[in-house]
């Protein structure tokens, strides 16, 4: 078979699959229509407070909804109500970070956290809801969970210029899409749903995978991948101005939702459903094909911004193409192996790894800091995207070498 050629998919995957790009290409028309309607330094400040409630939201969680995917012996409505429960109280003890974050982005404290606790607390519990339902539930609840509150964002977001209403439009849009999507969870403290019978849970409780990752593991892990994520748009804010941050982290929100799509449908399936042995082994094609997908959507954007689809004030993004490019072209091959560690037993050595190549990341932000008058933003962005792009083009090879016992 050809490594190009497409591999052939589980029902499951296909539904997560198109799911997953319905949701996601929602998300691009949501980022379009943001690079259209508002300026670089709206959607900079945008990008700081969502980024920082993300990294609050995310390091709350610790990987809860991998975990919840991953042990698929334990009751998912148990497991999603405590996964929920520890999340905040774990969220609580974070707080102090947030504030340092806000701080160091010199942003107005009262209104933004208030913005970032809203939109963390609804974005926790969308992210365990996906997980929650691709376990127990139907077809159409999996497409309606993921597709649902994006759709309601860009709606919202449309309204909100439509109506040529003054207040944070941005903000608004984002958290009504994230609390729409957290209704999805509420079947955790209802009865048995129909979605999946005690025999399906009996077949996956014989799949020889699990998380069983330290808790302090999962945190650290968590913690390591969330600051790096936070610490390049706060970097690059202070040292470069709201509007180069804007079109990276623009960028950033457009080509990464590749990665996420393969992330989503292939890893996460494998993870919550038995896949036959035929549709195994497909990784390096999926990663290829989500190589493609990133090339094609840059070739859009050049075509966006020399037709004049968007404003002028976008041509600064063409610095950052490329070099994104790559680094997202690296994460869509690690993302299509990111299930074999936990069917390997080799989950902790995957969070050591992933610690790792985040560590070398570090470097590559900061090290320029220490020389600014010979770094700009565009050398600084390659340097840093080739580092991660050989970082988990690195970790694609060790995971790839893993052979799965499913």
Known sequence: ?????????SSTSKTVALASVLSFGTQVVFALLMLRWFTPQEVGEFSVISQIAFFWMTLALAQAPLTLLANVQQSPHSA??????DALIQGVFLSPFVVLALWLGHINFLPAFAWIFGIAFFQMTWMLSQSFVLRIGSTYEQVLVRTLPPMVATFAITLGVGLSWEGPTLLAS?????????WGLSTAWRSWPHGKTASDIELNAAIHQADNRSSHLRFLHTFVDSLLATAIVIVW?????TEET????ALLRVLGFIPAVIHMAWAQVNLSRKIDQANQNHEWRLG???????LCLVAFGYLAIHQSWLSHHWVGT???????????????LSAAFSHRPFQTNSETQFSWACIGVAA?????????????DSWNASAHIHLFAFISALGLLSLSLWMASLKSNR
């Open 360 to 372: 070398v990341q570090a470097l590559a932000l900061l090290i320029p800091l220490a020389f600014p």
């Open 174 to 182: 984002a958290l009504l899409g994230y609390a729409v999507g957290a």
């Open 80 to 85: 999603a109500r405590v996964a929920w429960r």
């Open 318 to 332: 063409l610095n950052y193409v490329w070099p994104v490019a790559v680094w997202q072209s690296a994460a869509c």
């Open 288 to 294: 290829l094909w989500g190589c493609l997908a990133v």
């Open 1 to 9: 078979m050809s490594l190009f050629s497409l591999p052939k998919l």
């Open 237 to 241: 804010q202070r040292s470069y101005g």
């Open 246 to 249: 804007g079109w990276l982290s």
